[in-house]
């Protein structure tokens, strides 16, 4: 399989393109590396199943007649859009299991395409998963089609042109199957940008960034694709789903926040206006050091409590500093940027630095003031290119019998110190008690005014045959510990299947029954991604 | 009736408190301004019909005996919870109608009568209107009870105490009766304030702000209320509806964003966690002359695109500050103001005047720059003194055989010259059809990237028994000329049942049996405002 845009050939298996899967010489690096860190005598290098030796199971439905022009049941098809990207995910496709790959792989190139193939779907009784760069980390597109005569993959790449752009309102309509690299292309022939940066960004759509409430660039303020959305276009089966373009309405309940997080279940998103700018040309950051997580996250909340709004206010603890090579002196750390298409940030950066400093921080990196080209040097800098490569080599962690993951949340101020130690200890003790040891980081990836998203990292040492194991407990300790201190089940790695049961603890009690009645009006027969943020049951 | 927090009376039918009713004096004063305005020979300056020779219909329902304590039927207290307080409410009371008054008033206390009371109403099938200030402008809170036993009027205004505070989040857990003065009193001894000042804030509630998603006092950013809740409590016939307190998610849909805008039709929403912040220290302002509304429309444009964010960013149009005695010189006016807790606003000000220059404005006032003490001065402070008054002024209006209104829309840069032209045109010409001529103003009220959002005055000559005709005539052309040329039905105003058709127009068409779908979760019985945003049809 190739991506529709670059025709670059991906990974059946593991995240993103398979020439970027490091090769044994890299892997055998790392896990020198690893053996260091997580005090281990040794990590054995071993390769994935090849996809022609891997189980997939025949398709329980043929092509359809009419959709064959559209549709195939290729195995590295059907294979390479079996799971999203999540470790687990990885582990079984590294072991050649593919056992819920979908019965076929449908790529409509227009949205009357859409309407086809849900019309025949809902016919046949065939399963439709609504499917953008298959990034999932929470089983957002891994149906096993109980209940259906088969399952349906709807890869929506092919819808992937900006179809228009008003300039007066910076606004730029996108079709949803436009990847992030896809639509940057096209808007920045308009010297626009959505700038919306999700770890995902070379393989996640527009259309999945919607449906799953993504995070992006900004840590502050405009954090998730919700409030860059102006109106969202939605196939259901029940009719077309169109919000009007407003910037603004207080005209009943916001119609696209129904569609924001419905992770395909409500329908498939075919397009978005979406709120852009011009690109960035001042900026300026600086990168403070602390001695501890709490005290570069209490300078972090004093930042934007102070009603500045960096775009970048990235908190590491001193082990995510030192797993991303960022920093080795034992410190936090906290990483603030401003940008602006207009006007330069000096005068922002001083406040935010005071802050900082008045907090208790001293200058690590910076502060750097850039006019033009981007900066890519210092702290921040590292940082950056480390979140493009970190899914990569977690592709390459399974290839070492290690279990590994990260887990994410926010949580109000006042409750995430005591939130923190329990998730530390649960994680910790889980670790313990599957893999007999193990390493925890800790960052924030967006910061508000009444509270942190904090984000961790876990990697242990796996046995072989036990690892899916090792992982769900420490998983479901990470879980219950986030829920318990009142933390959300996801700040911006959705609900899907993995993360249902906290979903349904976490959202008021009568909103299951809400969410399945708003389904049967909009998809009477089910068929739209079922078991996805909620099971059939009432 | 008194207000429950000062005891000081409201009026039976016009605006607020019955003291600040303008006397026939102010009122004679008044009438001879807007002969010359409006270019009349003369007004008439008439009184209102007595309370005590005014039509009110004998209640359908007596008090129950498991409400006795918390129920009155009084005739003063059905009066004056009967209309909201838009133009034509406050003609029907001004002439002594109260056909469609409330069959019972009830005063909870305590969640627990609220409950109470929705059990006992849903058994004895009486609708329930759940009530804050009833400064509804859009016949939020008139019901008919068609087919039903009554109307209950459920006033909040019992549950107006702050509940806790959180300063490590700046958050706050305020009772959904609270008007904004009974808040604000509560929270500034913490030093704390919400910062939410609708025109109706003396007498409007958090439970009506949210309910009706209300439109606040920063005109970028944080412009309606849904950006400052933190959590939700709302009591329905099938439970009680209580969202987490995050920060920010992406578990699935926003459960608060569904009751946002739910105009009581969902539930009775009882209390809310808040975003609040500190009171402001350092301000700046300044206001700019351009010769016409589009170029300071332009201008308003600039500043928010170069991602600014003033609090302040009100245009007005000659007219506008004309009428509210801010300038006579026929120009059109931008104000601007920054305010922080935190740091000087001196250099966003110098960034905001600098795009007001390039955009070809003139400096009217200012710039001003104030530490601690409040700025009441120049345009800016004459404009907030009519802001608070102007409610006030359309009940003396309707005394004066005049017909008058505001309404207001949203939408995208590149529609507003034609929707505003278009506008204007149909309003004027109604005007003149129904009343021979007339007087429209325009102004934004808040102001986004990606569009404005146009807030419009007028006032016409009417005809005595006429008026409401005459209104609706004005009204109906104001209304398609908004939906035709791409804007909201409402901005901040809300559906209520006067905007019912037009937001059955505006949503994506599959929406309105979501909704329906979504009341019959939680209310079956549909007690709740029925014939709110949308009628019991199919």
Redesign the interface.
Known sequence: MTTPDTGRPLSHWAWGYADRFPDRAAREALAQQLTLFLGLEHLPVREPVALENAHLPSPRVPVPAVLADICTEAPAARAQRCYGRSFPDMLRGFLGDFAAAPDLVCLPRTEAEVVDALRWAQAAGVAVVPYGGGTSVVRGVECDGAGFTGVMCLDMRGLHRVLSV?R????ACIQAGATGPVLEAQLAEHGLTLRHYPQSFEFSTLGGWIA????GHFAT?Y??I?DLV?AVR?V?P??????????????????D???????GAFGVITEAWM?V?PRPVFRSSVTLSFPDLMAAADAA?RVV?????PSNCRVLDPREARLHAVSFDGDALLLLGFE????PQV??LE?AL??GRDAGGTIKDGPRHREGERDRGGAAGSWRQAFIDTPYLFGALVSLDLVADTFET?????RFPDLHEAVVKATRGAMKAACGKGLLTTRFT?V??????PYYTFIAPGRPGERAAQWAAIKAAATEAILAG??????????GRT?RAG?AK??????G???R??K???DPAGILNPGV?FDGEG
């Open positions: 008003d007066a309102s910076l606004s799953t409430r993504a995070g303020l954090t998730h919700d102006q939605m259901t029940a009719g077309v789903w169109q919000s009007r373009r407003l910037p603004g309405s207080g005209a009943g309940p916001d119609p926040r129904l569609v924001l997080g419905s992770e709120r700018r909340r409590q102070a009603g500045l709004h602006s298409a207009d006007h005068p922002l406040e005071r802050v926010a949580c109000t101020w006042d967006h508000y005014p009444d509270g942190p998203a009142g933390g959300t089940i996801t700040h911006h790695h959705a609900v993360h979903y976490e959202r008021p009690q009568p909103m029954a809400v969410l009645a708003v049967h009006q909009l943020l």
